[in-house]
C-alpha cells in the first residue's frame, strides 16, 4: 500500500498570503489529522477529519481551516500567514477508533517571510 | 501546551549499548503509543500499549506503562547508527480519544557507530 502522500514538500510565503496543503491518505483509511510541528511548542493537533466531517479540532485561530473530500483526500489551509505559522505540517491517517495507531506524511515544510 | 515530558531530551550511546527514554503524562489514557522521527521525515509509529497492559514487546523494543505513575519508558535493545531519530510519546485520552493524541517532547537519541 502507498503511505501517506502530503504535497507540497516544500512552500515559501510571505506574510499575508494564505496556503493550501494537501494530503492523501492510505487507501481505506477514512480518518485523517493535521498536526503542527515547530520547535518551540513540539507537536500540536491541529484538527481530524472522518467522512468529510471534523471531529476534533485543536486550539487554534480561525485562520487555521481543513476540509475532507469524498475520497478520503484532505486540504488545510491557512489564511492570512503569520512569521509564526512556519512550522513543518503534518499529515496522519489511520483506521477510525481509538488503539489504531497514526500513519504520517513526510508532511510540509512551510516557511513564511 | 503538552501534556507529556519525556526525559532525557537528549541521550547519546555507543552502537550495541541499550537506550531507554522515559515519559510521563497527566490525565487518563486509553493507550500509549511510541513513534520515531528520523530528522525532517514524518513520524513513524513503533508500539501501542493499551491502559490495562503492563510491558510490550516488539523485536529490540520493550515498552512498559505505569498507570498509577502515569509513566511509560521505552527500551531499545542492542542499538544501532540507524536508530539514531528523535523518540516521542504520545497518549490517547479517555475524553479525546481517536486521532487526538497529545505528544510529548521528545528525546532525541543518537547511536554513535
Known amino acids: 500500500k502507498a503511505g501517506v502522500t502530503q504535497t507540497p514538500r516544500y512552500l515559501i510565503k510571505t506574510r499575508g498570503q494564505q496556503v493550501t496543503l494537501s494530503c492523501s491518505p492510505i487507501?481505506?483509511?477514512?480518518?485523517v489529522s493535521w498536526y503542527q510541528q515547530t520547535p518551540g511548542q513540539g507537536l500540536q493537533f491541529l484538527f481530524e477529519?472522518?467522512?468529510?466531517?471534523?471531529?476534533n479540532k485543536g486550539n487554534f485561530p480561525g485562520r487555521f481551516s481543513g476540509r475532507q473530500f469524498s475520497n478520503s483526500r484532505s486540504e488545510m489551509n491557512v489564511s492570512t500567514l503569520e512569521l509564526g505559522d512556519s512550522a513543518l505540517y503534518l499529515c496522519?491517517?489511520?483506521?477510525?477508533?481509538?488503539?489504531?495507531?497514526?500513519?504520517f506524511g513526510n508532511g510540509t515544510r512551510l516557511t513564511v517571510t | 501546551s503538552q501534556q507529556g515530558e519525556e526525559d532525557p531530551q537528549a541521550l547519546s550511546i555507543q552502537e550495541g549499548e541499550n537506550a531507554t527514554m522515559n515519559c510521563s503524562y497527566k490525565?487518563?489514557?486509553?493507550?500509549l503509543q511510541w513513534y520515531r522521527q528520523n530528522s525532517g521525515r514524518g513520524l513513524v509509529h513503533l508500539i501501542l500499549?493499551?491502559?490495562?497492559?503492563r510491558e510490550k514487546h516488539s523485536g529490540r523494543l520493550r515498552v512498559t506503562l505505569d498507570t498509577s505513575k502515569k509513566s511509560s519508558s521505552l527500551l531499545i535493545t542492542a542499538s544501532r547508527a540507524a536508530d539514531t531519530a528523535s523518540y516521542f510519546c504520545?497518549?490517547?485520552?479517555?475524553?479525546?480519544?481517536?486521532?487526538?493524541?497529545?505528544f510529548g517532547e521528545g528525546t532525541q537519541l543518537t547511536v554513535n557507530p
Open positions: 490525565t487518563s489514557i486509553n493507550n
Open positions: 477529519y472522518f467522512s468529510e466531517t471534523q471531529r
Open positions: 504520545a497518549t490517547d485520552g479517555e475524553e479525546t480519544s481517536g486521532s487526538r493524541l497529545t
Open positions: 500499549i493499551r491502559s490495562n497492559e
Open positions: 487507501s481505506g483509511h477514512r480518518s
Open positions: 496522519a491517517s489511520s483506521l477510525l477508533g481509538s488503539n489504531s495507531p497514526l500513519h
